[in-house]
């Protein structure tokens, strides 16, 4: 089956513990995305990646990590991890980055991982 | 990007067709208008896309109006599992940030 995943669900940590969400698909994306979602904000994307080794910030990358060693997996790191991080976060892919008027890329996102910091 | 605009909730009964407005007036030749919505505890899920033509696939039909500055998400027949926000865009198909915004909170009710 077509998915994305991400692990864990749902984590409680305490401020300064660093952590990794992981976040893995299976249909040979190109490019990757890391969202959070807060109430009265909407989602906000954190940052992307176009392909292998290549990453680039999204609106509010302050506080994260990236890393696109492999094409299936974007992990997203918080080195020190503090209360405003807690959020519900969202990992997406789709088959390309850039198209062209004549293709769309379907953005397919995972289940969400929610984040307590204490 | 586009600004959509869309109203905060509605209502439908179940079994009954929805139409989902979104003014989306500052749209360029370019930008695809498109359609994303989010089930209680879900990640987003793909609706519906479409440039200038009217759209229909086995989730919904997308009626775009002829100065594309108007769209409506159209369910034939709305169920209970239809109950979600729905999120209406309009950008370039670059792969980039979705700007979600709010959106529609649909209420279904049997």
């Known amino acids: 089956e077509a998915q994305v995943t991400q692990n864990p669900r749902y984590l409680i940590t305490v401020t300064g513990k660093k952590l990794t969400v992981t976040c893995s698909q299976n249909?040979?994306?190109?490019?990757m995305s890391w969202y959070r979602q807060d109430p009265g904000l909407g989602l906000r994307q954190i940052y992307y990646?176009?392909?292998?080794?290549?990453?680039d910030k999204g609106d509010v990358p302050e506080g994260y990590k990236v890393s696109r060693k492999e094409k299936r997996n974007f992990p997203l790191i918080l080195e020190s991890p503090s209360p405003n991080q807690t959020s519900l976060y969202f990992c997406?892919?789709?088959?390309?980055?850039?198209?062209?008027?004549?293709?769309?890329?379907?953005?397919?996102f995972g289940p969400g991982t929610r984040l307590t910091v204490l | 990007d586009a600004k959509t605009t869309q109203p905060n909730s509605m209502e439908s009964n179940e079994e009954e067709p929805v139409h989902l407005p979104c003014n989306h007036s500052?749209?360029?030749?370019?930008?695809?208008i498109h359609w994303y919505r989010q089930l209680p505890s879900q990640g987003p899920e793909y609706v519906i896309h479409g440039l200038t033509s009217n759209v229909n696939n086995r989730m919904a039909s997308l009626a775009i109006a002829e100065d594309r500055k108007s769209s409506t998400l159209i369910l034939h027949r709305a169920t209970l599992r239809d109950a979600a926000v729905y999120y209406c865009m309009a950008n370039s198909n670059s792969g980039y940030a979705l700007n979600f915004g709010k959106g529609t909170s649909l209420l279904v009710t049997p």
């Open positions: 500052t749209i360029s030749g370019t930008d695809y």
């Open positions: 997406a892919s789709s088959l390309r980055g850039l198209a062209g008027a004549s293709s769309y890329n379907e953005q397919f």
């Open positions: 249909m040979n994306h190109e490019y």
């Open positions: 990646s176009m392909n292998v080794e290549v990453t």
